[in-house]
């Protein structure tokens, strides 16, 4: 194999490719990334067993041909190349990396014992990457951290048309985010569970000025695949059954509340600051006021009052003050509308774009008070 590649341009691909690279990956080949050059490109290819990730870029093939190296130390070498172009050769046991008067060999890995990457499944549908990305955050909030429950971490993923909801729980809170996407063919109507750390991976580094390419097999659903820009990744679904959530979600509440956002924000960590650690803040709404409050008597306490616009009975509600700053932090709407049941059940938070407007229903996050 013989290479002239952008110095800059291979970096950046190789950063990308390699995130899947474990740090110490059960199998020692694994460690490695797949270089193959052909048709003027030089695509990479890496995996993990449960994620791959593709990519290529414009090359300069003098010699057409693949290798498999050390992946962290190949994209290690590259943030530092001091010339504009990069010059790759191999030989049958070594990868030459020339950049400049710099030069750098690797030793090569035993490319027949690398892993095939799983195939990409065909073509679901497409959506602006701001929205992707926007439902993939909202979601994620409520993604378990309990590793023994497999289908907590995950994020579940429904296509029905031009409609997809994002639905994540860790018991304790809820996070739905629906959008509209362009489905590839009429007639969807499926579900998938993907691991929520890995969704948030793959949307932290899309390019928000392309669209994002979903790709999944309807009839044996096995891998997820993503493209944007050129990149192409997949990932391994959750095997196991997603809870049945939609019941969660009341149709009518007694109490409802509009509230500036940022204020609420902003009120909550001043008066969370007090709270020992799993303690509640309480929300006192009364009389188109909203009172929060932290602490006891013996010890520090802090308490602050802002003003709302309310409908319906006086109550005071108990919530872990990072469930939540973490759900309407990410609300995208200036104002959030507070819907209550009781102290006991959980309270729907949702954006508002006005005070005297409708809620949106595009993001939906629930949260269990805390028994005072």
């Known amino acids: ?66 290798v498999l190296v050390l992946g962290r130390l190949l994209a290690d070498i590259t943030k530092s190349l001091p010339a504009e172009k990069t010059y790759l050769s191999s030989t049958e046991t070594t990868l030459t990396i020339t950049s400049g008067k710099s030069t750098f060999t690797l030793q090569l890995m035993p490319e027949g014992e690398y892993p095939d990457l799983p195939e990409v499944p065909s073509k679901l549908g497409q959506v602006d990457a701001p929205t992707f990305v926007q439902a993939v955050n909202q979601a994620s909030v409520a993604v378990s951290r309990e590793e023994d429950r497999p289908v907590l971490t995950g994020i579940h993923a429904r296509f029905e048309d031009d409609t997809v909801t994002f639905t994540a729980t860790d018991r304790y809170r809820l996070a739905r985010s629906t959008f509209r996407w362009t489905p590839e063919h009429n007639d969807i109507n499926t579900s998938t569970l993907i691991k929520g750390s890995i969704l948030k991976d793959i949307s932290r580094s899309v390019d928000e000025h392309q669209n994002v390419v979903i790709s999944l097999d309807e009839q044996e659903p096995s891998v997820l695949g993503f493209e944007n820009s050129g990149r192409i990744s997949t990932s391994q679904l959750i095997d196991g059954e997603f809870p049945s959530v939609d019941s969660l979600f009341v149709d009518e509440y007694p109490i409802h509340a509009i509230i500036n956002r940022q204020m609420l924000i902003n009120a909550i960590k001043r008066v969370a600051i007090v709270a020992e650690k799993y303690a509640p803040i309480y929300m006192s709404f009364a009389e188109n006021e909203l009172t929060l409050s932290a602490g006891n008597e013996s010890e520090s306490k802090a308490k602050e009052t802002i003003d709302i616009d309310m409908d319906g009975q006086d109550i005071i509600v108990a919530f872990n003050p990072n469930y939540l700053i973490e759900g309407l932090s990410v609300i995208s709407e200036p104002f959030v509308h507070v819907k209550i049941t009781s102290t006991i059940k959980a309270v729907e938070f949702n954006g508002q774009q006005e005070a005297d407007g409708d809620e949106s229903m595009n993001y939906r996050y629930l949260v269990v008070p805390m028994h005072p």
């Open 1 to 66: 194999m013989k290479v002239e590649v952008n110095s800059a341009s291979f970096a950046d691909a190789l950063s990308w490719t390699t995130r899947v690279i474990d740090n110490r990956p059960a199998n020692p080949i694994l460690a490695g990334l797949k270089l193959e050059a052909k048709d003027g490109t030089l695509q990479l290819c890496a995996f993990n067993y449960q994620l791959s990730s593709r990519h290529h870029i414009e090359a300069g093939v003098d010699e057409a041909g693949s």
